[in-house]
């Protein structure tokens, strides 16, 4: 009797330390990489996803997030995602486009008629045939976050094209936005945007362009006064996944991050709007001044030629149309 318990007493923890190597074995540390600080709401979303992992795998997939632009710039970072260095990466959707062509179209200007239509649009199949379209790059497409809308930044108000003529707007690393840029009457400098402060005490640029949250993290408030409400893009945040980590992922376990990365998503929303209003609130008790008189429609009228020029294959002009189509 005594030998038997023993007996399967042996074989029971013999099964148990099998089983607790094959679970360690499984366990899955993901490592992901944001410019932002951990107060900041695309950080912030992460970790939403990364609580979410962990909640449904009980710890057993967890996710690491390298924040303040530790690992890099976005373009180095997109890199490292690549080839697998990291498993997946927050980037803003605009270096993206020269990577992936699709990706260009939620950067279009004045595409988004208000956020709701840009939450609709990337809510429904066309965000999905958008995130999908870089697997062929390297990356799974996960989910979009929430970037509201970018306006220009200077140190006098910008209401019509003519105030922009001539002066040196720094832009993301993308063609598409020296285009864009251009066709706002301004010049482009792209630049990565760690440098951006710098770049505007010195002067080497004059204006950026970007959302209230940035302009205010970023304190370039405290070097350029005048918000001027452009609203020429709202190129959304975007969370891309290593290709070559994924294809080694069980599918259940692709499932699983899918999932949280789009249940991560009305979070991230919602840390949005939060920020956004707070942010605000401070960049208007450190002196700026938010210039809403803006003539849109000049600067909007203006943007044919970068449509032209970008919008060239004959998928891009249908994933467009339906956008716009979008009630
Ligand atoms: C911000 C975005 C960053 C970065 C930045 C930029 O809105 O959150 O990821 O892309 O814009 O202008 O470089």
Redesign the pocket.
Known sequence: MFQKTRMVGAAALAAMLLAGSAMAADKLQLRAA???DDH?P?VMGLKKMGELLAQRTNGRITLKVFSSGGLGT?KETLEQTKIGALDLV???I??MNNICEETIVPTLPFLFRSIDHMHKALDSAVGDEILASCAAKGYIGLAFYD??A?SVYAKKPIRTMADLKGLKL????SDLWVSLAGAMGANATPM??GE?YTGMRTGLVDA????I??YES?KHYEVVKYYSKTEHSM?P?VVMFSKVVWDKLSPEDQKIIRQAAKDSVPAQRQFWADRDAASLKIVLAGGAQIVSDVDKKSFQDAMGPVYAKFVTTPKMKELVKRIQEIK
Not at 170 to 173: A, D, E, L, S, T
Not at 208 to 211: F, I, L, R, T, V
């Open positions: 944001d410019y932002w900041y695309t976005e927050r980037v803003n605009s270096p970037s509201g970018r720094r832009v993301q690393q990565p945007m951006v950026a362009e970007n959302n949250p940035s970023s190129a945040e």
